[in-house]
């Protein structure tokens, strides 16, 4: 018969600390760049996915800018080619790529204020995350959501007789365009939804993206426009993105409008890069 000796207090002591040994995890320090990249596609991919699973977000991201170029095709398709000798597809389609970005960008700004009412901003800002991670991976959101309503756009355009003529290269430009258009929108839009409540903000965006949505270039040139507003019209943001994205798959011109367009972009994210970043700061702090 095998007797089993008790275990001395050294001998439990060690048995303990060997149950209780957690594995060494590496990681990266919290503001090093390779964190910051990281979890920049961490919460990038968790902000997709909490737009993925809601019905009402992506019916307003991804439907309603479908219908809307259907709708736009089927009313005054054949009126805009009449009056312009342009089939409409080539510029009712970038006017509805552009408005899925207008209108992600707000989704994006009540996503951003609902995390901050529930807390979920405050408990992030209490982990070992990068300060820079939450703001980017937003932005990145914008990029990846923007390119895939692009598609979604284009796809249907090509139902409706929408044609790349200018080669590769340039379809390749026009479906980037948009994303240029959207990181200087979205940055705007997130600087907006850290010192505005829900409503308020849904109100001022729906306001600006009435009135881009009929003056701009999209339905018809601005020429069609009285001349004291044609100005306005032909270079406003919408406008110039619309006009390049033209230029790109159909004719007209390229340098000018991009350039307008990149002016438009790198302006807003100088102005509201900062307002951004000490908003959203201000927005975590006050939420934990």
């Known amino acids: 018969m095998t007797v089993i000796e008790p275990a001395t207090g050294s001998a439990v002591a060690q048995l303990d600390r060997e149950a209780l040994l957690l594995p060494e995890v590496s990681g990266y320090p919290e503001n090093s760049v390779r964190a910051w990249f990281s979890q920049s596609l961490i919460q990038c991919k968790r902000l997709m996915s909490v737009w993925v699973t ?73 982990m070992p995350i990068n300060r820079w991670a939450g703001l980017t991976s937003r932005l990145l959101a914008e990029v990846v959501r923007v390119l895939l309503t692009t598609m979604l756009m284009l796809a249907v355009g090509l139902i409706l007789g929408f044609r790349f003529w200018n080669g590769p290269w340039a379809a390749l430009g026009m479906i980037l365009v948009p994303v240029l258009f959207a990181l200087g929108f979205g940055t705007l839009v997130t600087a907006m939804a850290t010192v505005t409540d829900g409503l308020a903000l849904v109100n001022l965006i729906f306001v600006f993206n009435t009135l881009a949505m009929f003056f701009n270039t999209g339905f018809v040139p601005a020429a069609a426009y009285p001349k004291w507003l044609q100005g306005v019209v032909e270079h406003q943001p919408m406008s110039t993105t619309i006009n390049t994205m033209k230029g790109l798959s159909w004719d007209g011109p390229i340098q000018r409008p991009l350039l307008e367009t990149c002016a438009w972009m790198v302006g807003m994210v100088v102005i509201f890069a900062y307002p951004a970043i000490r908003g959203y700061e201000r927005a975590a702090r006050t939420s934990i």
């Open 54 to 126: 809601d019905f009402t977000i992506s019916v307003y991201m991804l439907v309603f800018p479908t219908l809307a170029l259907i709708m736009f095709n089927t009313v005054l398709g054949d009126s805009v080619k009449l009056a312009t000798g342009v089939p409409a597809i080539y510029g009712q389609m970038p006017m509805s790529a552009v408005i899925a970005a207008m209108n992600g960008s707000m989704v994006g700004a009540l996503t951003l204020r609902q995390e901050k009412e529930t807390g979920l901003l405050g408990r992030f800002h209490t």
